[in-house]
């Protein structure tokens, strides 16, 4: 017994570890499988949240019909109509000078009793009488402004402003009130959240927090400015600006046509007294001349956001710009045509929001936008025969889609570059001008003439009159800012000479037109991938090549550790030097560093010839610490750099380098040309040495002794690198002479924080992961296979790159792919150091902003909901789906290369 209990024990013990292992190898599993999945899943919620983040950027615009009355006026009666942000209230200002202060009629499922009351659209809360025994013949106004213009039957013209004033109103005073009125069926209508009653002289609603909204209107007229003794006819004007100056106060600019068909510019203009303080208005008036050509009056008179020009536009489609910047001098600047391509009548002309669009519509159903250029800007044979007197031209710059019959009536935003057009078959179309983007359509119930069209103050509501009826809609425009075209094809912005990809989320206006496309923010995430991958891939890739197989184990342990180290430094530490150190020393010295790019390349492979030049015993001696002499080496080639950089910046560069970049007119180009095609040159000269000289070169010296192979070696290096100047020169050379400058390319005007900096730092901070892979791929190649090479008689270098590297190409691959990742959703480093300035050039002295940055920068101050909230979140998608197709092409070839090292 005593025996066989320890043979009994051991297996009882194999079985015990037999079952530990089987369970720790399912525990494994699980734990692996759960995470593998886990992670699948994670990255599929992201991909799903930005996709639901961004959806509603596509989605189409709703219009839901509210209420449709009787309008509450008779054809011509009503001069203006404008409504307050809410759509609970509005002021109309009719022919004869009475403002009237108006309820909007609620729909009859929420107001039944207001409905049995009045058959109108709107309840009059209260009339004024601005104007009395005069009537009212013109009336100018601007999207989104408050003060307006009228010009009367007398030919005087009278400067005004109506606002609306929102109050919060205690629960108590608003219920003491409508206890005070002799009728409070006004009262009972705020039961709930968003209705709305007549209070005092405007309207009050209940908010959904439960607060009491009160709305009144408040309005000022100036006194009449005695223009002309004929009616004025036509007017416009430019909302009045006050100065910083406390001699100065408000100015309005105006431009009239009379009865008399004489065009008047005026300029009206508030003047205090130092010692009263009373204010006296000045105002000057100046006559326009007549357009050259008789096709009768000018149909609309305006004036650009500037009052730089006005615009006399005849129904024939002639327009006339006078410049009248030079008031005692005013010249028609240019006159062009609205309709080139038919013989239509221009039937409507306004400014969209910012008063710098134009946009013309017509009696066969078009619509376009014109806006200002510069004619020196543009030299193709569309703009070779346009001429002007101050150098600017008109241009069509937007075209939409043709109308179902006549133009009738145009409502503009007044919170962004959409529009409404009405046609005379009762059809109203909505579009955005800036990306000529198609909102919707809508069709007043029994059609009929459209003779207003107006969008609400937020884009959520339209009122259209047609046929006596005027109806109210609701709207969901969702986002017409945004389209494909738009976030990744040029386009024509105001003010630009030709379409153009740009990036420009904020502004100090809110009449400025936002831009948002992703072309350069995806370009530079590509420059910035390319620049710093130029850098850090060859140096890491060769790294890890002579620490796999050309070191000492002693040197291979020091240096790796080392380099991995590197990784350790956080991006944020990267980006400070960058930006705070880096960055002003290169700027001081940057034709020495760009000297560097070749003189420390050159003096490295000669300080390698050199090495083979010295004795063999000397050679092998010193082998162990062969890497130690690669410092004084690269100091060398520093220095060189640093001599060598204020003579090339002379030679090359006209004594300045940065004076130069901005001044292509200046000096040659061949200087910026050795820059790229040295490089260039340097492969092309290596070709012809592989497959051209070796085939002579071994035939001739291979049985040489050492000593002479190695100096003919260091000789041809040296007549190579002199071959390699010279073609670039030459190249160079016959490029500036046949009038390519390479300044606007990859050169040009030089930032202080630009691709140089950064593809140097990122460089810096890709080259410890590519390392690492790259090294461990090299080094989990059978030794076998270099063994049967050297076997064979191959030297240690034919090894490495016969054998070693195809073998191993799947791994080194897959560390450039990572070392990608890595360097694309970088953030920090091109956050400090990259100048962020969304720029789509491949300069490498300038800036420039990634995907990464920009939802950095840009995420926190973004309004929720927003088109550039959701552009945002696009940004990220882009991002996303850009990592995963770079991954997967990646996945493809290492396999592919995996199969090859099988074949092995």
Known sequence: MSGTQPRFTGRKRKLKTHWSVRWSDIVSEGVITVGGIGTIVAVCLVALVLVMEVIPLFRGASIKPLNIREAPWSSGEVVHLELNEYQTMGWLLTQDGTLKVVRLIPSAK?????????????????????????????????????????????????????????????????????????????????????????????????????????????????????????????????????????????????????????????????????????????????????????????????????????????????????????????????????????????????????????????????????????????????????????????????????????????????????????????????????????????????????????????????????????????????????????????????????????????????????????????????????????????????????????????????????????????????????????????????????????????????????WQVMPQAFTLRLQPFRLWFLAPVLMLGIYLAYWFGPSIEQWLFLGNIKFWLVHPEQGSGVGGWLLILIPFCAFVTFLLDVNVLNTFWRGSVAKAPRFTFSLLSLGKFVLLSIVTFSLAYALGTLLDLAGWDPRGTYIGEFDQRNSLIVGFVMGFAVIPIIYTLADDALSTVPSHLRSASLGCGATHWQTTVRVVIPTAMSGLFSALMIGLGRVAGETMIVLMAGGNTPIEDWNIFNGFRTLSTNIAIELPEAVQGSSHYRVLFLSALVLFLLTFLINTVAEVVRLYFRRRAYQL
């Open 110 to 610: 929420k107001d039944s009793e207001a409905e049995s009351m009045s058959p109108l659209a709107f309840e009059v809360v209260k009339e004024t009488k601005l104007i009395d025994d005069r009537e009212i013949t013109a009336i100018s106004t601007s999207t989104g402004q408050t003060d307006f213009v009228l010009g009367m039957d007398d030919g005087t013209v009278r400067v005004g402003n109506v606002e609306f004033e929102t109050t919060f109103v205690d629960p108590v005073e608003i219920k003491n009130w409508f206890v005070d009125q002799t009728n409070s069926v006004s009262g009972k209508q705020l039961s709930q959240p968003g209705d709305t009653a007549i209070y005092k002289d405007g309207v009050v609603q209940m908010t959904p927090q439960g607060q009491y909204r009160a709305q009144s209107v408040d309005w000022t007229l100036g006194d009449p400015i005695a223009v002309s003794d004929s009616p004025i006819v036509l007017l416009d004007h430019l909302p009045e600006a006050s100065t910083r100056s406390s001699l100065s106060g408000k100015s309005t600019t105006f431009v009239t046509l009379t009865g008399d068909d004489q065009l008047k510019l005026g300029v009206v203009s508030e003047k205090k007294s130092l010692l009263s303080g009373k204010v006296k208005l000045d105002t000057k008036l100046y006559d326009l001349p007549p357009a050259t050509e008789d096709d009768g009056d000018p149909k609309f008179v305006l004036i650009d956001d500037l009052g730089n020009n006005v615009l006399a536009v005849k129904q024939s489609g002639q327009l006339s710009r006078y410049d009248i910047r030079d008031k005692s001098n005013i010249v028609i600047a240019e006159t062009i045509d609205l309709t080139p391509d038919s013989d239509a009548l221009v039937t409507s002309c306004d400014w969209i929001l910012g008063r710098e669009t134009l946009c013309v519509g017509d009696s066969d159903g078009n619509c376009s936008g014109w806006f200002q250029i510069r004619l020196s800007d543009r030299t193709d044979e569309r703009f070779a025969n346009r001429k002007s007197s101050d150098g600017f031209a008109l241009v069509r710059a937007h075209t939409f889609p043709q109308g179902p019959g006549a133009v009738s009536a145009f409502g503009a935003s007044s919170r962004s570059r959409m529009f409404i057009i009405g046609y005379a078959t009762g059809q109203c179309s909505l579009f955005h001008m800036t990306t000529e983007k198609y909102v919707a359509d809508l069709m007043m119930p029994g059609g009929g003439l459209v003779k207003l069209a107006r969008i609400a103050p937020r884009d959520d509501g339209l009122f259209i009159e047609a046929d006596g009826k005027i109806a109210h809609f609701a709207l969901s425009p969702g986002f017409p800012d945004i389209t494909l075209a738009s976030l990744f094809l040029p386009v024509w912005y105001e003010g630009y000479a030709e379409p153009l990809n740009m990036w420009q989320s904020s502004s100090s206006k809110t009449e400025d037109e936002l831009k948002f496309s992703l072309f350069p923010l995806i370009s530079g995430t590509f420059k910035a991938t390319f620049y710093s991958m130029l850098f850090g891939a060859p140096l890491a890739l060769l790294a890890a090549v002579y620490t796999s197989e050309f070191s000492t184990r002693r040197t291979r342990t020091l240096v790796k550790p080392t380099v991995e180290m590197m990784a350790s430094l956080p991006s944020v530490v990267l980006g400070f030097l960058a930006a705070l150190v880096f960055a002003p020393v290169v700027e001081e010295v940057v034709p020495a560093c760009l000297a560097a790019l070749f003189t420390v390349p050159f003096t490295i492979l000669l300080g390698a010839f050199i």
